[in-house]
């Protein structure tokens, strides 16, 4: 199983960018779809999730900025991001949590990772 991020880049303060992230491989279904992210000397943190019923949470400092959706028939996440300040600049890494790949067997993924600088 392999998650292949895209949608990074370099955006003013105040813009949008849209994060997509693909799941491909031998998957059953897939539990929890979401996005960390990692500032320079700080710790990986939770940024958003999206079960697969569709229940989401944010964390608070994105709430009303940040939408994350899943597409359950392809395995891809989105997490749209407007409103974008300089603290969200960080590597941004697509997640997915309790992969079915067989009847029996269920894993974790992550990506490699995609850049997001926000910057005037």
């Known amino acids: 199983v392999q998650l292949v991020e895209s949608g990074g880049g370099l955006v003013q303060p105040g813009g949008s960018l849209r994060l997509s992230c693909a799941a491909s491989?031998?998957?059953?279904?897939?539990?929890?779809m979401g996005w960390y992210r990692q500032a320079p000397g700080k710790q990986r943190e939770l940024v958003a999730y999206?079960?697969?019923?569709?229940?989401?949470d944010y964390a608070d400092s994105v709430k009303g900025r940040f939408t994350i959706s899943r597409d359950n028939a392809k395995n891809v996440v989105y997490l749209q991001m407007n409103s974008l300040k300089p603290e969200d600049t960080a590597v941004y890494y697509c997640?997915?949590?309790?992969?079915?790949?067989?009847?029996?067997?269920?894993?974790?993924?992550w990506g490699q990772g995609t850049q997001v600088t926000v910057s005037s």
């Open positions: 997640n997915a949590e309790g992969v079915l790949v067989s009847e029996t067997s269920e894993y974790d993924y």
């Open positions: 491989g031998s998957i059953l279904s897939i539990n929890i």
């Open positions: 999206v079960t697969s019923g569709g229940s989401t």
